[in-house]
């Protein structure tokens, strides 16, 4: 079966840097698209970035743009979210997901889910 597990969250200063990691399995990683959504308390899940099949593609939320960075290695079945200046308002659980489409921004329809891994920024 398919499975996304995300790593790499954690506790940190506002202006400080985070390295997410979405590793998959029971899926022919290439031949999806991928991307990260996050989801504050009391807030509905959001899209944060996307990236296509070869990398050659990127979305981002207005909210993260210029701030993260979303990347894929297709060689090791994992994609990444490198999270730099980080405000207090980017604390979320933070999901990786896949989909077989090209539909970036409409995450809630992407098939297969990570559990999510949790970001805290502190003031």
């Known amino acids: 079966q398919v499975q996304l597990v995300e790593s790499g969250g954690g506790l940190v200063q506002a202006g400080g840097s985070l390295r997410l990691s979405c590793s998959a399995s029971?899926?022919?990683?290439?031949?999806?698209?991928m991307a990260w959504s996050r989801q504050a308390p009391g807030k509905e899940r959001e899209f944060v970035a996307a990236?296509?099949?070869?990398?050659?593609?990127?979305v981002y939320a207005d909210s993260v743009k210029g701030r993260f960075t979303i990347s894929r290695d297709n060689a090791k079945n994992t994609m990444y979210l490198q999270m730099n200046t980080l405000k207090p308002e980017d604390t979320a659980v933070y999901f990786c997901?896949?989909?077989?489409?090209?539909?970036?921004?409409?995450?809630?329809?992407?098939?297969?889910w990570g559990q999510g891994t949790q970001v805290t920024v502190s003031s």
């Open positions: 997901a896949a989909d077989r489409r090209w539909v970036p921004v409409a995450i809630m329809s992407y098939d297969y």
């Open positions: 029971g899926l022919t990683f290439s031949r999806h698209v």
């Open positions: 990236i296509n099949w070869n990398g050659g593609s990127t």
